[in-house]
C-alpha cells in the first residue's frame, strides 16, 4: 500500500494478493467458521417443518395449520428486519464484529422458543431467531465473496450456501428421535430440539474468535493499513503451508479515502447506476424465496393431511429431500465458475421451474404417493437448490464493495418479503381447505416465478466468473470513477 501524491488518494495491491492464494487451511477455517450459520438455518427451518405435526398436536400450544403458516411467515419477517438492520452496520462497523452479534442474537431466541407457552410467545421466539439468521446471510455473504478468490469464488459460494441443506439433514434426523415416543415424549422433544439446537451456537462463537476482519472492507473504509497488515499474515500462513506463493495477475488499485455508502448513494448505485443488476437480483430472490418457503414450511402438512403420515415419521420423508438440496450446489457448484454464471443460473432456475409444473400437476390428479412426492420434490430441488445460492452469490457480485452487506440484506430482505411471507401463509391457507387442486395453483405459481427468473437472467445476467469483484463493480471509491 502507498500513498498517492494525492493526500486523498492511495494505491494497494490487497484485492490482487488476496485472489492469487492457493487454496489453504485459512480458506477451509473461513468457511467452516461462517458457512456453519447455514447448517444451523436449515436446522432451524427444518425442525420447524418437521416438528410442525407435533407443535400442532401440542397441548400446550395446539396451533392451528393457519397458526403454523404465519410463525413461519414470523420467522421471515424478523429475517427480513434483521437483515436490514444488521446489513446497514456490517458495511459500517465491519463484518466481524457482525459475526458476534448476529450469532448471539440466534442463540438466544432459539433457546427460548423451547420455552414458549403460547402462539404469541412461539411467535416472537421465531420472529427473533429470524433476525439473527437474517443478520447472519448479509454479514457472511459479504465477508466470504472477500476473502475466497476470484477463480474459486463462484462454486465456494455455492457450497457454503448449500450447507443449509446439510443442516436441514441433522434436523429430520433430529425430528426422528425427539418426536418418536418410545424414545421421549414428543412435548418435551420439541421443546428440547430447540433448545439443543441454540446452544450449539456456543461452539460457533468459538470457531469464529481467530478470523480476521475483511482486508477488503478495511480497504475500502479508510484503513488500508490495518488490511495490509491481515493480508501480510495471512500470507505468511499460507506461503508456511503452500510454499512460495503465485505472483499477482492484475496491478494495484487507487482509491480514494472516504466514509461509509449513504443511503443516497446506495439508491442511486442500485437503480440508477446498475438498474439492470437491481432487476436481476430482485428477481430471482424473490422468485426463488417464494418457490422454498411455500413449499418447504409446509410440506410437513401436506404429508400429515394428504398422506395420513405420521407426525413422527415425517422426518424420514424431509432427509431426503434436503440430501437432494445439498447435493445440487456441491456437484453443480464448479460449473458456475467454468460453464459461468449466466447459463448455469437459467439452466438451474428452469429445470427447477418446469419439473415443479409437472408435480404439481400430478399431486392434484393423486398420481403420487408420499415417497414419490419426495422423489419429486428431492429431483426438483436438486436443481432449485443450485439456483437459490446463486441469487446471493449474484446479488453479491452486482454493487460496490462499500455496500456489498446493505445490497445482500436489501435484496433478501425485498425478496423474502415478496415470495417468502407470502409463500408459508398462502400455503398454509390452501391446506386448510383440503383440496389437491387448490394446492396445484399454488405449485403453479411458485413454477410459474422460477421460470420467469430463468427468463430475466437470460436477458440480464453477466460473466463474473474468474474476475476480480473491484472488476466486476467498481468500488464507490475508485480514483477512476
Partial sequence: ???????????????????????????????????????????EVTLVGSLAGAIHQSPSLALTETQIGLTA?????????????????????????????????????????????????????????GAGIGGEYAAVNSAIQEL??????????????????GGAAIGAITSLVVLDPAIIDPEIGWRAAFIVGGALSLVVLLLRRHLPESPRWLMLHGK????????SAIERDVAAEKGPLP???????????????????????????????????????????????AVFFTYALVLTKFYATPAHHVGWFMLPFALGNLAGPLVLGRFFDTIGRRQM???????????????????AQGWLSAWEQTAAWTLIFFFASAAASA??????????????????????????AVGGVVGPTLFGWLISGGE?????????????????????????GFAAEGRSLEDVSTPLSSAER
Fill in 148 to 165: 475466497i478468490p476470484a477463480r474459486l469464488r463462484g462454486r465456494v459460494d455455492l457450497y457454503v450456501n448449500g450447507t443449509f441443506w
Fill in 73 to 129: 411467515s414470523a420467522y421471515l419477517v424478523g429475517a427480513v428486519a434483521g437483515a436490514l438492520g444488521f446489513g446497514w452496520l456490517a458495511d459500517r462497523i465491519g463484518r466481524r464484529r457482525l459475526f458476534f452479534i448476529t450469532l448471539i442474537v440466534y442463540m438466544l431466541a432459539s433457546i427460548a422458543t423451547g420455552f414458549a407457552w403460547d402462539f404469541w410467545t412461539f411467535a416472537l421466539c421465531r420472529m427473533l431467531t
Fill in 1 to 43: 500500500m502507498r500513498d498517492t501524491p494525492n493526500s486523498g488518494q492511495f494505491s494497494t495491491d490487497v484485492p490482487a494478493r488476496l485472489d492469487r492464494l492457493p487454496w489453504s487451511g485459512f480458506h477451509w477455517r473461513v468457511v467452516i467458521a461462517l458457512g456453519i450459520t447455514w447448517i444451523l438455518d436449515g436446522l
Fill in 247 to 293: 505472483p499477482t495477475t492484475y496491478g494495484p488499485t487507487v482509491l480514494n479515502r472516504r466514509g461509509a455508502a449513504s443511503l443516497a448513494e446506495i439508491w442511486h448505485t442500485m437503480f440508477r447506476t446498475h438498474r439492470d443488476r437491481a432487476i436481476l437480483g430482485l428477481t430471482l430472490m424473490s422468485c426463488q424465496a417464494f418457490c422454498y418457503n
Fill in 345 to 363: 443460473i437459467t439452466a438451474t432456475y428452469g429445470l427447477a421451474g418446469l419439473l415443479m409444473a409437472a408435480t404439481g400437476f400430478a399431486f
Fill in 436 to 460: 389437491r387442486g387448490d394446492i396445484m395453483w399454488g405449485y403453479l405459481i411458485a413454477a410459474a416465478l422460477m421460470l420467469v427468473a430463468a427468463a430475466t437472467e437470460w436477458r440480464l
Fill in 391 to 416: 441469487a446471493y452469490l449474484t446479488v453479491g457480485e452486482s454493487f460496490p464493495l462499500e455496500m456489498r452487506a446493505m445490497a445482500i440484506a436489501l435484496f433478501y430482505a425485498i425478496g423474502t
Fill in 224 to 231: 488500508p493499513e490495518e488490511g495490509e497488515r491481515i493480508v
